[in-house]
């Protein structure tokens, strides 16, 4: 058997039947890209298992790496300031990233290293069957949007989206990074964040199977698998 075969039939068949807790022990064995030689450790995600919201932001940094846990630097300070600002807490929303490993230096991770780990962020949507998922930033964006638009021109704008076998509201917003040193950016940050509560209001159709293709209702979008 080849080198890591083993972990990659493990990760494969979490991914067909494993619930979160077991997913995340699947993944943390991880050898898709060569991230997995210099990562301290597979930044999975972290929060309720069952989550309304989700938050999907970029991909692990320094002390994400260090402390296995996402967004818990300066940007993850201001994520939950505010999340405090609607009332809600880190444990009441799960948070992860389109990478679950560290790209070194923190570069912007590279198309091959979303492809290898897309299918790890597409199941985790899939098991926790969030009604609205909140993606920080271009690559979250473009890659659960299926579309090549920019943060900048879709920020604050929901859309109703089709990922795997879940409709769910999928809504844009400014990475908490970014607004962190542009303080226009964070006063739009805050606009688009206060809207969240009357998004998870809305009466959408709960979590639950796809409409089979063919049949789905015209705004809504399918995002196909493998984007890269
Ligand atoms: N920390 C994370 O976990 N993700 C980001 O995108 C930025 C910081």
């Known amino acids: 058997m080849r080198p890591g075969a083993a972990v990659a039939e493990a990760v494969a068949a979490a991914e067909v039947e494993l619930p979160l807790a077991a997913f995340a ?4 064995g991880c050898t898709r890209c060569p991230l997995a030689k210099t990562r301290t450790q ?46 809600l807490t880190r444990g009441d929303v799960f948070v992860a990233n389109v990478l679950k490993c ?24 899939e098991l926790i069957r969030p009604k609205v998922v909140v993606t920080l930033g271009n690559f979250a964006t473009k ?15 929901e859309q109703e ?24 950016m964070l006063d739009v940050l805050e606009a688009d964040f206060a809207r969240l509560p009357e998004l998870l209001g809305r009466p959408v159709e709960p979590p639950g199977p796809a409409p089979r293709l063919g049949l789905a209702p015209e705004p809504v979008e399918q995002v196909q698998l493998g984007l890269f």
């Open 42 to 87: 597979v930044v999975f995600g972290s929060g309720a298992p069952d989550a309304d919201l989700m938050f999907v932001g970029e991909a692990p940094g320094f002390h994400e790496d260090r402390q296995g846990v996402p967004f818990v630097g300066a940007a993850g300070q201001l994520l939950g300031k505010l999340l405090a600002g609607i009332g």
């Open 102 to 125: 560290r790209p070194p230096g923190n570069r912007d991770p590279l198309p091959e290293e979303i492809e290898a780990c897309e299918g790890h962020l597409f199941h985790q949507i």
């Open 25 to 28: 022990d699947a993944v943390a």
């Open 161 to 184: 989206v089709v990922l795997g076998s879940l409709r769910v509201v999928l809504y844009p917003l400014f990475h908490p990074a970014a607004a962190l040193y542009t303080p226009r």
């Open 143 to 157: 890659l659960l949007s299926g579309k090549p638009l920019g943060i900048t021109r879709v920020h604050g704008q």
